[in-house]
Nanobody, 121 residues
Framework: QVKLVESGGGLVQAGGSLRLSCAASGRTFSIYAKGWFRQRPGKEREFVAA????????SYTNSVKGRFTISRDNTKNTVYLQMNSLRPEDTAVYYCAGASTARWPADYDYWGQGTQVTVSS
């Protein structure tokens, strides 16, 4: 099993920045890819960004391209989501996810508990 724990959420003004972290523990060697998803108020959960654990492939949803950057620190089993130029519409609960099957787009087996990001206008 893999446990994922997110941190770094909070309240920020529009135009500001936040960095989310997702630390993995357990069978971390089984993780092929990690991703970030979000669920905005009244909306379905949606894909934000993902990368393979090797770093060879990254992917972003169009609305965050150029503003968000996904990265990883293999020594800490941690993936990050740097979010710049935040907008009120980025307000959501952000979830970290892990995929153990080597395929792309990834199928996610593991999920964190979520961290709230609120962007005020």
């Amino acid at each position: 099993q893999v446990k994922l724990v997110e941190s770094g959420g909070g309240l920020v003004q529009a135009g500001g920045s936040l960095r989310l972290s997702c630390a993995a523990s357990g069978r971390t060697f089984s993780i092929y890819a990690k991703g970030w998803f979000r669920q905005r108020p009244g909306k379905e959960r949606e894909f934000v960004a993902a990368m393979t654990w090797s770093g060879s492939i990254t992917s972003y949803t169009n609305s965050v391209k150029g503003r968000f950057t996904i990265s990883r620190d293999n020594t800490k089993n941690t993936v990050y989501l740097q979010m710049n130029s935040l907008r009120p519409e980025d307000t959501a609960v952000y979830y970290c996810a892990g995929a153990s099957t080597a395929r792309w787009p990834a199928d996610y087996d593991y999920w964190g508990q979520g961290t709230q990001v609120t962007v005020s206008s």
